[in-house]
């Protein structure tokens, strides 16, 4: 167990890394030229100005300046709120079909059409936020007109979830794979990320049938995805959700954990509650037993015939602070705590980048930054690691 006078330095050093590391690093990244930000940043500070520009990046950039504007009142983080939000609806939003395209080039001209829900998801997130930190009506409203189009397009009325991937006027398109996203019918990651934008879409708007909706995707992610004998999420999935995968992020079990305490909160259904605990807290368990390296860094994967992926990637370990953090105040288990403060451990000392800033995209298992991957690109964002300090400071008490 942690001394309170460090658990008190901890917080001021979370502090300090959200307010002076991350947040400027971001805010210096607005394109003046064309708008919105700069789409790829190389691990060592090279900035190309002429790189393509994601949905995703944009909109977790939103969401993410928007938060520090609700949290801090600064008006640069509004400006920059602002900033975004503009760039996204004009460069982004389809006018004819609804929904997010994929990507952009440099100069804001669509190259990518695509909608996938997974983006359609994080659309919904960032202007949520934006509408719960501003007010802003018109955000709000296309946060709602997303919300309908996954309803009313990717929602599977015979085995329940959602479908992954549609050409831009909304018929079902596997004909290519993106990062990340597997060509396969459902998947873990979306759902997850459904479920944590309908969260903070209920919270500006509590409609009853986005209640239910987020009730539904609890019970889809407890009883389809999550593997009771375990408590680890599997990955993919057919339609009828027989698992496609053997394979175990920790990282997304350990996210899971307090996204979905969190949505039962919001629903705030008390037997709801306490039910997820208890599943939840199996979950931030099983990641400690099997997934935390002996140097308190989060491995990223367990593949199948259990071999181990030892990197330790950004937004693995800024999940975990959280994640142990909240079953910690599930439990009051000293070990989630020791893990959480661990996790920010390891990331103080060996994850943020003093020299260029941000932080590494992944270590090897001796703590060496891979060269080749970079601070940005569409993938590459701030909300994960805004959002585990904000967490934290939110969750941390004076007096623990």
Same mark, same amino acid.
Request: with cysteine; aromatic share 14%; proline share 3%.
């Given at each position: 167990?942690?001394?309170?006078?460090?658990?008190?330095?901890?917080?001021?050093?979370?502090?300090?890394?959200?307010?002076?590391?991350?947040?400027?690093?971001?805010?210096?990244?607005?394109?003046?030229?064309?708008?919105?930000?700069?789409?790829?940043?190389?691990?060592?500070?090279?900035?190309?100005?002429?790189?393509?520009?994601?949905?995703?990046?944009?909109?977790?950039?939103?969401?993410?300046?928007?938060s520090a504007y609700r949290l801090f009142r600064r008006p640069n983080y509004l400006s920059v709120a602002n900033h975004t939000y503009n760039y996204l609806?004009?460069?982004?939003?389809?006018?004819?079909?609804?929904?997010?395209?994929?990507?952009?080039?440099?100069?804001?001209?669509?190259?990518?059409?695509?909608?996938?829900?997974?983006?359609?998801?994080?659309?919904?997130?960032?202007?949520?936020?934006?509408?719960?930190?501003?007010?802003?009506?018109?955000?709000?409203?296309?946060?709602?007109?997303?919300?309908?189009?996954?309803?009313?397009?990717?929602?599977?009325?015979?085995?329940?979830?959602?479908?992954?991937?549609?050409?831009?006027?909304?018929?079902?398109?596997?004909?290519?794979?993106?990062?990340?996203?597997?060509?396969?019918?459902?998947?873990?990651?979306?759902?997850?990320?459904?479920?944590?934008?309908?969260?903070?879409?209920?919270?500006?708007?509590?409609?009853?049938?986005?209640?239910?909706?987020?009730?539904?995707?609890?019970?889809?992610?407890?009883?389809?995805?999550?593997? +009771?004998?375990?408590?680890?999420?599997?990955?993919?999935?057919?339609?009828?959700?027989?698992?496609?995968?053997?394979?175990?992020?920790?990282?997304?079990?350990?996210?899971?954990?307090?996204?979905?305490?969190?949505?039962?909160?919001?629903?705030?259904?008390?037997?709801?509650?306490?039910r997820l605990q208890k599943i939840t807290s199996q979950m931030a368990q099983q990641v400690v037993r099997e997934g935390v390296d002996h140097d308190g860094g989060v491995f990223n994967e367990l593949h199948h015939h259990y071999v181990i992926d030892a990197?330790?990637?950004?937004?693995?370990?800024?999940?975990?602070?959280?994640?142990?953090?909240?079953?910690?105040?599930?439990?009051?288990?000293?070990?989630?705590?020791?893990?959480?403060?661990?996790?920010?451990?390891?990331?103080?000392?060996?994850?943020?980048?003093?020299?260029?800033?941000?932080?590494?995209?992944?270590?090897?298992?001796?703590?060496?930054?891979?060269?080749?991957?970079?601070?940005?690109?569409?993938?590459?964002? +701030?909300?994960?690691?805004?959002?585990?300090?904000?967490?934290?400071?939110?969750?941390? +008490?004076?007096?623990?």
């Amino acid at each position: 167990m942690f001394p309170k006078t460090q658990l008190d330095q901890v917080k001021k050093e979370i502090k300090q890394e959200v307010l002076e590391g991350i947040l400027p690093f971001w805010e210096g990244l607005q394109d003046p030229e064309y708008g919105g930000f700069y789409g790829y940043v190389s691990h060592d500070g090279k900035t190309d100005v002429q790189a393509d520009k994601g949905a995703i990046l944009h909109s977790r950039i939103l969401w993410t300046f928007a938060s520090a504007y609700r949290l801090f009142r600064r008006p640069n983080y509004l400006s920059v709120a602002n900033h975004t939000y503009n760039y996204l609806m004009e460069r982004f939003w389809d006018d004819q079909f609804g929904g997010l395209y994929w990507q952009v080039d440099h100069q804001g001209n669509v190259v990518e059409r695509r909608k996938h829900i997974y983006n359609q998801a994080f659309g919904i997130y960032g202007l949520s936020e934006y509408a719960r930190s501003t007010g802003h009506e018109a955000s709000l409203n296309h946060a709602i007109q997303l919300y309908k189009l996954v309803e009313r397009h990717g929602y599977d009325p015979h085995h329940g979830g959602y479908w992954e991937t549609f050409t831009r006027d909304w018929e079902e398109d596997y004909s290519d794979a993106f990062h990340e996203i597997a060509a396969t019918d459902k998947s873990m990651n979306t759902h997850l990320h459904i479920l944590e934008a309908y969260t903070n879409l209920y919270r500006v708007w509590p409609d009853a049938a986005l209640r239910e909706r987020l009730v539904r995707l609890i019970e889809l992610l407890v009883e389809k995805i999550l593997k +009771p004998e375990t408590a680890q999420f599997h990955l993919f999935f057919d339609r009828a959700w027989k698992a496609q995968s053997d394979d175990i992020s920790y990282g997304h079990d350990i996210e899971g954990s307090w996204l979905l305490d969190e949505a039962a909160h919001v629903v705030g259904d008390a037997l709801l509650i306490r039910r997820l605990q208890k599943i939840t807290s199996q979950m931030a368990q099983q990641v400690v037993r099997e997934g935390v390296d002996h140097d308190g860094g989060v491995f990223n994967e367990l593949h199948h015939h259990y071999v181990i992926d030892a990197d330790k990637v950004w937004w693995v370990q800024a999940e975990a602070m959280v994640g142990f953090y909240n079953a910690y105040q599930n439990t009051r288990n000293s070990i989630f705590l020791d893990a959480s403060l661990n996790s920010w451990a390891f990331i103080k000392n060996h994850l943020i980048d003093s020299k260029h800033g941000e932080w590494h995209w992944k270590l090897n298992r001796n703590r060496q930054a891979y060269a080749n991957m970079p601070k940005v690109e569409p993938w590459k964002c +701030p909300y994960h690691n805004s959002r585990a300090c904000f967490e934290l400071l939110r969750r941390m +008490p004076t007096d623990l």
